[in-house]
């Protein structure tokens, strides 16, 4: 058999186990999710159900990452998009890619904090009582479905808004009131006590203002008892620069502090032009972020926003210049010096990671001068504004 043949043949082998609904065994590990093991953390990506029949995009999921967020798939507007109407089928399809190929779940997510990404007809309920069981409904739903399969929930997401209150606004704010944040986290916990319950935040890297507006969400969830076991940074980088890796750093080790988990959750770096230079920016962003996240103990994972820049959310969503190609595999699915750079830090460790920790010179906002509201019973979310950043969130 020629080279190509021979390389036809192994595409071929590697996405017949990427679609098997049942293996034997998970396919071999791939080199990022070797040498992410061995520095003791989780390398994601996301999938969409109809991914999972493309061989290149399902063979380079399968061998190179250890863990997957649907993308889309397990939202409440995929569930559920009109009221008693829920299909589980993509979110089954997902779940079950990544246990025929040894890899992980994160649950994403079982409230989105924002209007227009929330069903219609949720958006729509003005009653408390009503809403309050249609949010038990979905969460109970979910959560059986897939307990012991799926051992990590995003319970919330983007609850803080970029511009103006650090609380989004959005109905399950306006209708049950700011108490629902808390509530939702006691509600999963009580459905399934064995899972991982976290809280995902978009623009934090981009803002000291909201860093400092959700470490006070999340400290006052704390001091309410509230069970929260982790925070995800989403890190969609709008330029190929990264952060400025004491900060960035810093503010990880800040939730870490509070005895949390910490994982950077849709991690992308865009471009825009395809040149040598740029995509070496990209290359030091991502050994940047990366790097933070290793010199963080709790910081246990790092999940990009997709496998290649043919599948990107950014070019289709149309606020940056495109093509964005802001994702470590190209549109053809070959490796890019973004994916050196990650292969090269997590080879070289944590140890390797915490020894090149930079001194700090930059420092994230202080507290706002003016107090947040004394905490209900219910932990409302203090009031901070949180000026200047544009939304890039995934």
């Not at 034997?24 to 070797?34: E, F, H, Q, S, Y």
């Not at 700090?360 to 004394?374: C, D, I, L, N, Q």
């Amino acid at each position: 058999m020629d080279l190509r043949g021979r390389a036809a043949a192994v595409v071929l082998a590697l996405a017949v186990s990427a679609l098997a609904p049942t293996a034997a065994a998970a396919p071999a590990p791939g080199p990022l999710r070797a040498l992410a093991s061995g520095a003791g953390l989780r390398i994601g990506a996301t999938l969409e159900p109809g991914q999972i029949a493309d061989p290149q995009h399902s063979a380079t999921l399968a061998r190179e990452f250890s863990s997957l967020t649907p993308e889309n798939a397990m939202k409440w507007y995929a569930i559920e998009p009109q009221r008693d109407q829920v299909d589980y089928a993509g979110a089954d399809a997902v779940v079950a890619f990544a246990e025929a190929n040894g890899m992980e779940v994160r649950g994403h997510n079982l409230v989105w904090a924002q209007d227009r990404y929330t069903p219609a007809w949720v958006v729509a309920l003005t009653d408390p009582d009503e809403l309050r069981a249609e949010l038990a409904e979905h969460v109970r739903g979910i959560l059986e479905r897939y307990r012991g399969r799926v051992h990590r929930w995003d319970v919330v997401n983007e609850p803080l808004e970029t511009a103006g209150t650090a609380t989004s606004g959005s109905v399950f704010e306006r209708v049950l009131g700011p108490g629902w944040i808390a509530d939702t986290f006691r509600l999963a916990h009580e459905v399934d006590p064995t899972a991982e319950l976290w809280l995902n935040e978009y623009g934090t890297d981009l803002s000291p203002l909201k860093h400092e507006a959700l470490l006070a969400l999340v400290r006052s969830l704390l001091a309410e008892g509230v069970p929260i076991d982790g925070i995800g940074i989403q890190t969609h980088r709008p330029t190929p620069d990264g952060p400025d890796r004491a900060r960035f750093q810093a503010e990880l080790q800040q939730f870490a502090d509070l005895g949390l988990a910490v994982a950077i959750t849709e991690l992308d770096v865009a471009t825009g032009p395809d040149d040598p230079g740029v995509l070496r920016r990209q290359a030091e962003a991502y050994r940047t972020i990366v790097t933070a996240c290793l010199a963080v103990t709790s910081c246990e994972e790092v999940t990009t926003w997709g496998v290649s820049d043919r599948d990107t959310w950014l070019d289709a969503l149309g606020l940056l210049p495109t093509p964005t190609r802001p994702l470590l595999f190209d549109d053809a699915f070959a490796p890019k010096p973004a994916y050196d750079a990650v292969a090269e830090v997590l080879a070289d460790g944590r140890a390797a990671a915490r020894a090149s920790t930079p001194p700090s010179t930059t420092t994230t906002a202080p507290p706002p001068t003016t107090a947040p509201p004394p905490a209900a019973p219910s932990g409302p979310a203090p009031t901070v504004a949180v000026p200047g950043a544009a939304r890039y969130a995934g």
